[in-house]
Structures are given as structure tokens and as C-alpha cells.
């Protein structure tokens, strides 16, 4: 079992950065592969980035490539999603999840995620 909480969003003007943070508990948080999804208002959850359980293998949406760094401690119990060069599009609610088991890295289908958190919001002006 696992718990995710996020934190970190808010407003930012197009250009800038914010750095998101998840923090896990559960005692088999190092075995799990971490994601960052997102949904904007009006469209369908959409995948961001993940990072597998070890931290050695990354994968992100084509959208947010070169601009987003997900990175995890797993002696902190947390993962993080560095967002750069922040677009008007990137704004959203972003949510962290969680999977014990992927077939691929690119594992974009929130369907392989069995624990998500409540969502923290990232608004970007133009």
C-alpha cells in the first residue's frame, strides 16, 4: 500500500519554473515505478513522465521533453517533476502515481497505475 501526497504547484508566468514534489509512505515505496499524469480542464488525463523504481530509467511525453526532469529519492520517500520553460498548455491539475509492476517503460496508460494522489494545481499565464 502506498499514499501519495503532492505539493508544490501554483501560478507562474509563461517561461518560468516550478518544481513539484510527491512524498510516498508505505514500506515498499522503493520497488514502485513513479509517474507524473496531468488533466486539463475540460480533457482527458494525460501522461507526463515516469521514472522506474530505481531511478535509473526515465520517460517522458513528447510534450514536455527537454522542458521536464522527473527525478526520485527513495531515501526520502519522495519524487519530483522539474518543470521549465513552463507553457500556457501546461497548465493543469498534475497527479502522482504510483505502479508495482510495468510491462514497458513507456508506461502511459494511467490504467497500469494501481495508487494516484489528489491532484495539485499548475496554472501558467501568458
Known amino acids: 500500500q502506498v499514499q501519495l501526497v503532492e505539493s508544490g504547484g501554483g501560478l507562474v508566468q509563461a517561461g518560468g519554473s516550478l518544481r513539484l514534489s510527491c512524498a510516498a509512505s508505505?514500506?515498499?515505496?522503493?520497488?514502485?515505478?513513479m509517474a507524473w499524469f496531468r488533466q486539463a480542464p475540460g480533457k482527458d488525463r494525460e501522461f507526463v513522465a515516469i521514472?522506474?523504481?530505481?531511478?535509473?530509467?526515465?520517460y517522458y511525453a513528447d510534450s514536455v521533453k527537454g522542458r521536464f526532469t522527473i527525478s526520485r529519492d527513495n531515501a526520502k520517500n519522495t519524487v519530483s517533476l522539474q518543470m521549465n520553460s513552463l507553457k500556457p498548455e501546461d497548465t493543469a491539475v498534475y497527479y502522482c502515481a504510483a505502479s508495482a509492476a510495468i510491462r514497458r517503460l513507456a508506461a502511459v496508460s494511467e490504467t497500469e497505475y494501481g495508487y494516484w494522489g489528489q491532484g495539485t494545481q499548475v496554472t501558467v499565464s501568458s
Open positions: 521514472v522506474r523504481w530505481n531511478g535509473d530509467s526515465t
Open positions: 508505505g514500506r515498499t515505496y522503493s520497488t514502485y515505478n
